[in-house]
């Protein structure tokens, strides 16, 4: 299985410039727990930002969601994968990382996003389907 078989192809993004309260609102719009934070050039790294590290900041800091902006809260850089790598690679990467989400770049453009929960979702399809022994309830 390959990572643009389970990858999720709607990414949304944000400008790294933005103010917390902006990711928060459109987080909450798109009903999603990350964004991908937006390169300022060709040369900078993709970013991540979630709900976790913006009430960590909030709490930690007390800080103001109006004067914070995302630069100062993502993760940057984004762990990175291509589209055509295979999915049991990317799971060890994001396990022995601690991260939960990674971004699929490919020839150095976004298309896509895939979470632990993507895979974990496929992982029990598959064994649902019989295709994975050991996995079934």
């Given at each position: 299985?390959?990572?643009k078989?389970?990858m999720?192809?709607d990414?949304?993004?944000?400008s ?22 937006e ?11 979630t709900y ?23 993760t ?16 060890r ?6 991260q ?19 895979i974990?979702?496929?992982v ?8 994975i022994?050991g996995v079934?309830?």
């Amino acid at each position: 299985m390959l990572v643009k078989d389970i990858m999720q192809t709607d990414v949304i993004t944000i400008s790294p410039l933005a103010t917390l309260r902006e990711a928060m609102a459109q987080m909450r719009q798109h009903k999603v727990k990350s964004l991908v934070v937006e390169r300022r050039d060709e040369h900078d790294a993709y970013g991540m930002i979630t709900y976790s590290a913006i009430l960590r900041t909030i709490v930690s800091e007390e800080g103001d969601i109006d004067l914070i902006n995302v630069y100062d809260v993502c993760t940057k850089p984004a762990l990175i994968v291509p589209q055509m790598m295979d999915v049991k690679y990317v799971a060890r990467m994001m396990i022995s990382q601690f991260q939960r989400r990674v971004v699929v770049l490919e020839s150095g453009k976004l298309v896509g996003l895939v979470t632990m929960n993507d895979i974990v979702g496929e992982v029990l399809r598959w064994a649902e389907e019989g295709h994975i022994e050991g996995v079934r309830d």
